[in-house]
């Protein structure tokens, strides 16, 4: 057809021969990689937290730079998890270990406390040659393990812990998802099914898709604290049998995007279902240094699970996940982590290795942070009395502002905020007016990414609507870090209320 | 059938309920994770560089600290290129700046040299809240990739590189395995294929086993020093038509683990192939440092696909990868690394950001480390002499060493090994008797798996079996670095001769 076009046009059949090469030459230099072409699990990957709302503050950025006027003169990133860049200074402790393992000559100066030295030098035996430059083991450092497991076992009260079944990962992210891999099996209805909790971390539904697992939605009960009913985990798996094989069970504790703090009583009700109905247990504890409201209290699935007895703790299988990204101490940039395997099969422990080895080992400076956060300073130590003061000042500091943020938002008329239990993050529930939610409908916007944007154009504060971690149809949220220091995140929250009583206004 | 043999055994009808019951309950607690029920592609992976030999390498290691009586005093790790375990020295300039990241109070102290100072300062602005322990961008942190650009430009010969093309990675190994799982794509017949040389490194078998994508022999020409013949990637191309659909081709050159580095005519040919053929470019380049021959000399895809004018280098979609872990400074820890990415679709970047950020960021360490070797002491700067040295002293090294392995090992009989061009590996060819042959097959083990197994037990000496990087039938070799020190590198050599000549005798 071209071909005859070309000629009906150009009226020669020299002029069409090479226009038909031409054509040709054209048609051999498209992309061999295009959205057409490309792996369609990849394609089907979303990942909010890092999403086109935070696409559209980085180019808000770039024109605040040039000098365009804006209501406001800076972006706030309350996007994503990351003390550092909203002015959280490092534990020194911790940063002095890792200078002193990086660049071994500071052994020698007077202006690194002993006990700093004593753990780097520890650390650097560990290590091929001395260097933090070897590759490790791929499951990590064996000294740094024996200090995970000494961890967990003083945080588990006595609960014993082997080093064994502890791997070091690239954070906690690179550990849930070389789990979730292994565990993915069979075709069309006995797929895979994995259990995640809704609203969830979007790290599950991303590693979900790219793996063609099938996402199998639980929903926390918002009304109760976004508290985890054992009667929705059953509804969610009965449905599911019916068109994938559910082996996974996924609870993030305390919660993120929703803070929920978990009780005993429901942990092992959680670990009873899994035993019951033969679930792999995947548990995300990568905030349990950050709890917060009175009367809440942080318990690992594993202690619990082992004060279930032996019917319990010789049988479920639990991959228990921590970083150095949260916490106190917000390394999120060293990529340090680990994970405790528990009755895993020792077939499938050479097997997890032999991934692991693909990528050789974690990063080796992110390992050396990890240990100081399981191996601080103790009392008697030179550094123990700042390292505590440093530890509860920023504690302190993310209790007071999980308050205040949970009482100024429950003040705006259309918004409602659960109480911050625990984690880093309000997840505060919106009214958006139908008029509203047409107008993102002609936009093709999720009401609460319309939302979203319009909060960042005006105000330059930057959120993550709810639909990116999953919410009940027809209710609208959306997650803020609680990090920015106190006099400026009540300042943001002051912004936020402006903007969305002027938003009710307007689309009333 | 077994509750009839145990009614049979025992002879009673409530013992039979009993055993039942066990029985029941024994099968209830069966795992949920093992081999039958893990992800079949995940099972597939072999990765040899950490594989049996190097677990049996551990085992021996322990036996040795028991106090077991071995024909030697210590294993010596002679299969993965990690420089730092084998006794090199960090570059003390790297290490500087990254200490100085780590530990901002350094700034201060008169001990650090002003151009590393220069270096951090510039690196912490990059960072978020000034601290390595901020997530950074998931492409990287800005002026990192900017140094990358200008690195890559002064490499080439003034060939242009865009930052925006740049995307800092958790070591290379990182980056080859997101391109090739953007790439994966189709069913049956029409599955992607990934051409890999035979021999390969084999995170390329590795990662496509994970993918479920194809792997497309072709092979380089041992004959020929390991050379790359264009005719030989178009048979390897037809044949492999018949079932997938082959879109990719992976180059290593410097060539791992066959130490070959191609000239210009031969990279043109690919080039010139790749553009004919519609294939993407994956060139592995992280030993671009490491070329030791006279005569030879590391040219760049991108530069020559520059050099080979517009028609090329407006078309043909090409990923480079170069990491800290290998070159002069051996940062392997650090796993730090980038790729550069030529006519990539602009919506497939997209893709490709979308995808790195849901494991948000490569570790900000290893980030500073990649900056400082693309961004060295330059000279007139304080440290420029000393980094010279430091940087020369390693390769000249590393040359020597590579040809005092390729003498050495010409001189036994029945070992063959061509130049070491370039990389850190020597993969003489030996050969097996057939009687050994017939013994490693009463074993069920490759000849060579047999060998090397051997030749740990006896010297102590781990190195990787040919067949973990794939060659040709009938054919057998090793994998050795030249990395430990050039009088321990000798006693290796020896040792590794004694034994063959024993081993031929043996199995004469």
Known sequence: LARALLLGRRGSAAAAKASAVKINE??????????ESMNPQVKAVEYAVRGPIVLKAGEI????????????????????????AMGQRPITFLRQVVALCTYPNLLDSPSFPEDAKKRARRILQGCGGNSLGSYSASQGINCIREDVASYIERRDGGVPADPDNIYLTTGASDGIATILKILVSGGGKSRTGVMIPIPQYPLYSAAISELDAIQVNYYLDEENCWALDVNELRRSLNEAKAYCNPKVLCIIN??????QVQNRKCIEDVIHFAWEEK???LADEVYQDNVYSEGCQFHSFKKILYEMGPEYYNNVELASFHSTSKGYMG???????????????????????????VRLCPPVSGQAAMDIVVNPPIPGEESYSQFIKEKESVLNNLAKKAKLTEDMFNKVPGIHCNPLQGAMYAFPRIFIPSKAIEEAKAHKMAPDMFYCMKLLEETGICVVPGSGFGQREGSYHFRMTILPPVEKLKILLEKVKDFHIKFL???A
Chains 1, 2 share one sequence.
């Not at 054209?26 to 959205?35: D, H, M, N, Q």
């Open 26 to 35: 054209k048609a051999s230099r498209e992309k061999i990689l295009t959205l």
């Open 505 to 507: 206004e307007k689309y």
């Open 254 to 259: 305390p919660g993120n995007p929703t803070g």
């Open 331 to 357: 390394e999120c940039g060293y990529r340090g982590g680990y994970m405790e395997v528990i009755n895993l099969h020792p077939e499938i422990k050479g097997q997890l290795v032999k991934l692991l080895s």
């Open 61 to 84: 950025e770039k024109e605040l730079r040039k000098g365009i006027k804006k209501p406001f003169t800076e972006v706030i990133k309350a996007n994503i998890g990351d003390a550092h």
């Open 279 to 281: 679930l792999f247990l």
